[in-house]
Antibody
Framework: QITLKESGPTLVKPTQTLTLTCTFS??????????VGWIRQPPGKALEWLAL???????RYSPSLRSRLTITKDTSKNQVVLTMTNMDPVDTATYYC???????????????WGLGTRVTVSS | DIQMTQSPSSLSASVGDRVTITCRAS??????LNWYQQKPGKAPNLLIY???RLQSGVPSRFSGSGSGTDFTLTISSLQPEDFATYYC???????????FGQGTKLEIK
């Protein structure tokens, strides 16, 4: 069974950098095919995919946020870290990490999710 | 970038109703389409992947169909626990970008 848990600050000030950690179990990011991603959801709004990191350290980002995001992994700690620079009040959201599942015919989806962590951006 | 548009944005229905939610992609995405259910204060839950494949543990009253640009999620007989918000998501292109639709809120009539 795969489990994921997000951790990080609940409050950041505008212009600061946000650092979130996803700690997971039941999977290894050194196993071929595996990936862990980040998705956020502003209050009352839709889900927005942010970034994903693969077992081979390939990293993919949302085009609209690419310049502000960095995703890294620590395989030995079973952790994925997301940093987002220059935080703004519009970045207030619940941030989720999720396991990217896949099929043998190359379909991809998020099949396990953390509970999410609420981040408020305010001075 | 591929855009995903769901309709309707909200929907009122009664227990026992058959409900259909539509998702349209801005370009063809073959069957690289997933559906999620989200209840208030909870993380999303995968229902359907690859447009029509039911995720393990999901009740068979949920079904998905479509390919190319037009997709549907159908709930054959609404149950009280199905009132939630539903999202489609595409995973097309290589490597994929995981764009979500804006969501459809299913409410009790």
């Amino acid at each position: 069974q795969i489990t994921l848990k997000e951790s990080g600050p609940t409050l950041v000030k505008p212009t600061q950098t946000l650092t979130l950690t996803c700690t997971f179990s039941g999977l290894s990011l050194s196993t071929t095919g595996e990936g862990v991603g980040w998705i956020r959801q502003p209050p009352g709004k839709a889900l927005e995919w942010l970034a994903l990191i693969y077992w081979d350290d390939d990293r993919r980002y949302s085009p609209s946020l690419r310049s502000r995001l960095t995703i890294t992994k620590d395989t030995s700690k079973n952790q994925v870290v997301l940093t987002m620079t220059n935080m703004d009040p519009v970045d207030t959201a619940t941030y989720y990490c999720a396991h990217r599942g896949y099929t043998s015919d190359w379909h991809y989806f998020f099949d396990y999710w953390g509970l999410g962590t609420r981040v408020t951006v305010s001075s | 970038d591929i855009q995903m548009t769901q309709s309707p944005s909200s929907l009122s229905a009664s227990v026992g109703d058959r409900v259909t939610i539509t998702c349209r992609a801005s370009q063809s995405i073959s069957t690289y389409l997933n559906w999620y259910q989200q209840k208030p204060g909870k993380a999303p839950n995968l229902l359907i992947y690859a447009a029509s494949r039911l995720q393990s543990g999901v009740p068979s009253r949920f079904s998905g169909s479509g390919s190319g640009t037009d997709f549907t999620l159908t709930i054959s007989s609404l149950q009280p626990e199905d009132f939630a918000t539903y999202y489609c998501q595409q995973s097309f292109s290589s490597p994929p970008e995981y764009t979500f639709g804006q969501g459809t809120k299913l409410e009790i009539k």
